[in-house]
């Protein structure tokens, strides 16, 4: 059996401090309880839990007080603060080692019994008892019910098929048992936007049919405009919406601004289960602001000191100015390195509904050949400063799982073989100007299509673009908003995308390889395979290339492998099946992310890993430790 209930060295403890000062804090609280007669019961009392997790790797000991300004591109970013925040039930260390966080313990036997040790005296943001119930209402009243959630309880909770058996042993302990081994429930419970699997119950009961006075409940959803009960529950429900300040939550900030605004504001939690060595509560700030501004904006602002730290909307480009800035500004311009196994990648579509493109960029010779035009040393020269790294979007050399056969595999520029490649593949005829025809005579016109955030993607393609012609094909930018781009690229309406490539690159052989398959409807190569595995089925496409489904099923045998060996195996000839048919086209890896901080804001690590999962951005360096001098 593992057990996670301590920080791992250096990290933590998740007793309570044993200082004059905390004995005296619990005392005055235990004396003003008294003295108002017991209306004040101390558990009631705003505070930690009784086992407070001690949080004893910070480089400082700071001070209470103060807020902390960043920007957004749109008022949905609002969620960053969960990502931010990132308080989870087990999370990931700076080691990306997994660790009991919010609970209190963890107990792991054989891969597939979990159980849950909840911290006694725990309340959500509103005071009330954070408990084994909100578990089992999340779980047999929301994550099976048909209204909430249509597809079924989240897919990282179903082992080939199988439900688990979910138990409530206790007021604080709840257990989760598959009759297999599920290696990603735990790290979904430390993920960016975490699997959820507790739910505030006293809160979403009055929304929910099973619970609710059915006149009332008729009268609410009546009251607010909503379809029926289900979407009215959803509103309140969902924490990484942010679409209700009053949802309590375990965060360290709570949400206090209602959507739509301009300047988003979450308090302190005055129940967070966080305290410094000292015993002072965490977090150190009073309130996290989010201001929404135009994405292109966000560099010009943070050079005139409009925000306390920030990463979101700043690029390499952008590291000059920062750098000139950084004196008016009051900040520093620190460059962390990045987890992507590319910086940025395009992405042909291999689910498009066009017939003759979708044709086109399944044939392996058409990949291997864009990628063959592509030269990724005047890329990192033009763009980079020639420090950026010439890569096709597989894992980097610090992971343990890299081999240079795979990371080198058709990155070479040779537009003499890609022009070849082309040829074989039944596009060698051309039309005005050299430019190839496809089967059905149309110029080999491609536009890839961009989030319209960054003049780094357009920077990118203009270049692209040019290389591109020596093979015969216009190469057009497109550019878009964000979530228009994704329900494009959903329903194969997208040719092409330039995005970031596969997030964690450090991966190592017990990390899920699920980035490799077709598991993701945000798999931007194969939207609708991913889809179709991630509703079950019941959306989307099944796999119909040899290769894809290969993948897939090498996914699934890594998801019951039973010991390091067959999961390094496993691992191994996914990533010799991903090289070879280069379902992406990485370009440049090695890119540093310019993370502005005001000069005085203190514990904001200099030299640092910007990962999205694992890592949270900033969360894993946990910003309720970060203070003001």
Do not use: C
């Not at 250096?10 to 005296?24: C, D, F, M, R, Y």
Request: hydrophobic fraction near 40%.
């Amino acid at each position: 059996m593992v057990r996670w209930s301590k920080w791992r060295r250096g990290i933590g403890s998740a007793k309570a401090p044993e200082s004059e000062e905390w004995t005296l804090l619990r005392a005055e609280r235990l004396l003003f309880a008294a003295l108002l007669g017991g209306l004040l019961a101390l558990p009631a009392w705003a505070g930690p839990p009784d086992e407070p997790f001690v949080v004893t790797d910070m480089p400082e000991i700071g001070r209470p007080g103060g807020d902390i300004r960043t920007l957004i591109g749109q008022p949905r970013d609002a969620r960053m603060f969960l990502v931010f925040g990132y308080a989870r039930l087990v999370a990931f260390d700076r080691d990306f080692n997994l660790f009991a966080d919010i609970l209190r313990d963890v107990e792991v036997e054989e891969g597939r019994i979990f159980t849950l040790h909840l911290r006694p005296g725990h309340r959500w943001s509103d005071g009330h008892p954070f408990t084994a119930e909100d578990f089992r209402f999340f779980w047999e009243d929301v994550a099976q019910h048909e209204m909430l959630r249509p597809t079924g309880p989240p897919i990282d909770m179903i082992v080939d098929g199988e439900l688990p058996e979910v138990q409530i042993l206790d007021e604080l302990t709840v257990r989760y048992t598959w009759s297999k081994p599920n290696p990603f429930f735990l790290p979904g419970l430390a993920g960016a936007l975490p699997l959820v699997i507790q739910m505030p119950a006293h809160y979403l009961k009055p929304l929910h049919e099973h619970h609710a006075d059915p006149a009332e409940l008729a009268q609410r959803v009546r009251d607010t405009g909503a379809r029926d009960w289900a979407q009215l529950f959803g509103r309140h429900s969902r924490e990484h919406a942010a679409t209700d300040p009053n949802l309590p939550t375990l965060q360290p900030w709570r949400l206090r601004t209602a959507p739509p605004a301009e300047r988003i504001v979450a308090e302190r939690n005055p129940y967070f289960h966080r305290v410094d060595p000292n015993g002072v509560q965490l977090p150190y700030a009073d309130r996290m602001i989010f201001s929404v501004v135009e994405s292109r904006l966000i560099p010009v602002k943070i050079g005139g000191g409009e925000a306390d730290m920030q990463a979101r909307g700043l690029s390499f480009s952008d590291v000059t100015f920062l750098k000139e800035s950084e004196g008016r500004a009051g900040m520093y311009t620190h460059l962390w390195r990045t987890s992507p196994a590319s910086h940025l990648a395009l992405f042909p579509n291999l689910n498009a509904t066009d017939p003759v493109w979708r044709a086109v960029f399944r044939d392996v010779r058409v990949r291997r050949a864009f990628s063959l035009a592509t030269d990724r040393h005047a890329l990192s020269g033009f763009l980079y400063f020639g420090i950026a790294d010439p890569a096709n979007n597989t894992l980097l050399p610090e992971s343990p799982l890299w081999r240079e056969e795979i990371a080198t595999a058709f990155i070479q520029h040779d537009p003499a073989k890609a022009n070849a490649l082309l040829d074989e593949a039944g596009l060698d005829r051309r039309g005005a100007g050299g430019l190839r025809l496809l089967p059905d005579g149309r110029p080999m016109e491609i536009v890839v299509e961009t989030s319209g955030e960054s003049t780094e993607h357009s920077d990118i393609l203009e270049l692209i673009a040019a290389q591109w012609r020596d093979i015969g094909v216009r190469l057009i930018t497109r550019p878009s908003q964000r979530e228009v781009l994704r329900n494009r690229i959903f329903a194969g309406e997208t040719m092409m995308t330039i995005a970031t490539g596969v997030e964690n690159g450090f991966a190592t052989a017990d990390m899920s390889p699920e980035a490799f398959a077709p598991t993701s409807q945000v798999h931007y190569q194969w939207p609708m395979w991913g889809q179709h595995h991630e509703t079950r089925g019941l959306a989307g496409e099944a796999p119909d290339i040899a290769e894809a489904i290969r993948l897939y099923d090498l996914f699934d045998a890594w998801r019951v492998a039973q010991d390091i060996d067959q999961r390094r195996q496993i691992w191994a000839e996914m990533l010799d099946i991903w090289a070879d048919n280069v379902f992406t086209i990485g370009l440049i890896s090695g890119v540093r992310q310019p993370v502005a901080v005001k000069t005085n804001l203190a514990n904001v690590p200099a030299d640092a890993i910007y990962s999205w999962d694992p890592g949270a951005h900033f969360g894993i360096y946990r910003p309720d430790t970060f203070w003001w001098r």
